[in-house]
């Protein structure tokens, strides 16, 4: 028996069919058609980007702000009766289509207080 390298024995591939022999397999694997992409509008764009450019330079500004947004969910509530949960309403914050925009604000507002004012920030958390 005359075998090289090359014709030494190879491991299969399992493709989505049967197996296939490893020199016979495609290197990229074959992806299924998808619908070109739609351009979407965002229109909540421009208050992103209002949102994204305030500056907290001033210290009662930034009071105001950690004490506006607040530091968790105040819709999450657990409903319960005699020490059974009855009812559980998940954080709707997440919905809210500028959540991240109005966090990073506050978290602005918080890291000016404490860096740039020195100030103790516990009773914000």
Same mark, same amino acid.
């Given at each position: 028996?005359?075998?090289?390298?090359?014709?030494?024995?190879? #491991? $299969?591939?399992?493709?989505?069919?049967?197996? @296939?022999?490893?020199?016979?397999?495609?290197?990229?694997?074959?992806? /299924? %058609?998808?619908?070109?992409?739609?351009?979407?509008?965002?229109?909540?764009?421009?208050?992103?980007?209002?949102?994204?450019?305030?500056?907290?330079?001033?210290?009662?500004?930034?009071?105001?702000?950690?004490?506006?947004? #607040? $530091?968790?969910?105040?819709?999450?509530?657990? @409903?319960?009766?005699?020490?059974?949960?009855?009812?559980?309403?998940? /954080? %709707?914050?997440?919905?809210?289509?500028v959540y991240d925009e109005v966090v990073?604000?506050?978290?602005?507002?918080?890291?000016?207080?404490?860096?740039?004012?020195?100030?103790?920030i516990s009773s914000y958390c």
């Amino acid at each position: 028996m005359n075998s090289s390298k090359n014709d030494e024995t190879k #491991p $299969s591939t399992l493709v989505s069919w049967g197996w @296939v022999d490893q020199t016979y397999a495609s290197s990229s694997p074959v992806t /299924p %058609l998808k619908a070109p992409a739609k351009p979407t509008i965002d229109l909540l764009s421009p208050v992103r980007q209002w949102l994204d450019k305030i500056e907290v330079k001033d210290v009662k500004f930034a009071h105001f702000l950690c004490k506006q947004i #607040p $530091s968790q969910c105040p819709f999450e509530r657990r @409903v319960q009766f005699k020490g059974r949960t009855l009812l559980y309403i998940p /954080p %709707l914050c997440k919905l809210n289509p500028v959540y991240d925009e109005v966090v990073a604000l506050r978290f602005r507002a918080l890291c000016y207080l404490a860096d740039v004012c020195g100030e103790d920030i516990s009773s914000y958390c």
